[in-house]
């Protein structure tokens, strides 16, 4: 079992920058596949981006492509979503999760534990 603490939201500028973290417990860190998921106020929590249990491949959702970077320190247990360029429509709060299982994945239902989220707001 690993348990998640996301940190690193706040508020911004549009064009500005932020770095999330989530730092997990255990020393299994680096056999969970990572993402990252939002929820916008009245919307449905969606896929941001995923990676490896190696940090080799990532994957993104295609509203962050190019604009965001997931990474993770698999000696420090803690995984990073880097996101510049920000809009007002990146508002969300913010969710790190892990999977059991070899692969990641762009399901939500598909991640047994998450963490308790950080809000980013992106002003206009």
């Known amino acids: 079992q690993v348990q998640l603490v996301e940190s690193g939201g706040g508020l911004v500028q549009a064009g500005g920058s932020l770095r999330l973290s989530c730092s997990a417990s255990?020393?299994?860190?680096?056999?969970?596949?990572m993402g990252w998921f939002r929820q916008a106020p009245g919307r449905d929590r969606e896929f941001v981006a995923a990676?490896?249990?190696?940090?080799?491949?990532?994957n993104y959702a295609d509203s962050v492509k190019g604009r965001f970077t997931i990474s993770r320190d698999n000696v420090k247990n803690t995984n990073y979503l880097q996101m510049n360029s920000l809009k007002p429509e990146d508002t969300a709060v913010y969710y790190c999760a892990a999977r059991r299982g070899t692969w990641p994945s762009l399901k939500e239902s598909e991640y047994e534990y998450w963490g308790q989220g950080t809000q980013v707001t992106v002003s206009s």
């Open positions: 990676i490896t249990k190696s940090g080799g491949s990532t």
């Open positions: 255990g020393r299994t860190f680096s056999t969970y596949p």
